[in-house]
């Protein structure tokens, strides 16, 4: 699994959950460099939820906002194209379905 730098993907509490995993299912995890965000899929989620956004009303609340992000991404769900565009940048062709890398 490819994750950023954040402090929680290096607890200490993981180390023996990771080293378990990788003797038993070959799982283990691989680390962006820091301060990389254009490496990281989720960025272009976020940015892509972000202008999803921007094109609306300004929410009320934070009940609002929750709710307009949900009706996004479940907009996102229903145009899996738009979700692969996300990976089609070469930064994040690292994270694409092998089968997604040669379109």
Not at 65 to 77: D, M, Y
Not at 84 to 100: G, I
Request: hydrophobic share 35%.
């Amino acid at each position: 699994m490819i994750v950023d730098n954040l402090k929680v993907h290096h607890a200490n509490c993981l180390v023996d959950w990771l080293k378990e995993r990788k003797e038993k299912d070959s799982f283990s995890l691989e680390y962006l460099p820091s301060c990389s965000p254009e490496l990281n899929p989720d960025e272009y989620l976020n940015r892509d939820v972000k202008a999803g956004l921007a094109e609306r009303a300004l929410p009320a609340d934070s009940k609002a906002v929750s709710a307009a992000v949900v009706e996004h991404l479940e907009g996102r769900k229903r145009t899996p194209e738009k979700v692969r565009n996300l990976f089609r940048k070469s930064e994040v062709r690292h994270a694409a379905a092998e089968d997604e890398t040669e379109a």
